[in-house]
């Protein structure tokens, strides 16, 4: 699967099921833990989609992605609005993940 497609799931999946154990260890139901399980493992397996050849590539790569998707989170459903150092932030993170991906190598 392209980074492109993945990632973005990948950064959703990660931070919804560590938001939800986050969410159960401050106090909520354990039930929390579940959704905290399922989608932390299909993070894992959807950042195992990543056509790269090695795992650390993908994983520098995906940081950038995490960063801005993060501050989405925070805004939509934290309701916290991200301020002109977060996007100036993100967009610095995104750009470096953009050369990790982009960068002509030998093969």
Known sequence: ???????PL????EIAGCFAI???????SSLWLVPGIVTLALFGWL??????GFAGRAFAAYGG??????????????????????F??????????MV????PRAG
């Open 1 to 7: 699967m392209p980074a492109i497609v993945v990632y």
């Open 10 to 13: 990948a950064a959703l999946a």
């Open 22 to 28: 986050w969410t159960w260890w401050r106090g909520a």
């Open 47 to 52: 950042l195992a989609q990543v056509g790269t």
């Open 65 to 86: 992605v995490y960063i801005a998707a993060s501050l989405f989170w925070m805004w939509g459903v934290e309701g916290q609005r991200p301020d002109l150092w977060d």
């Open 88 to 97: 100036a932030g993100a967009g610095l993170c995104l750009a470096g993940a």
């Open 100 to 103: 990790i991906l982009a960068a």
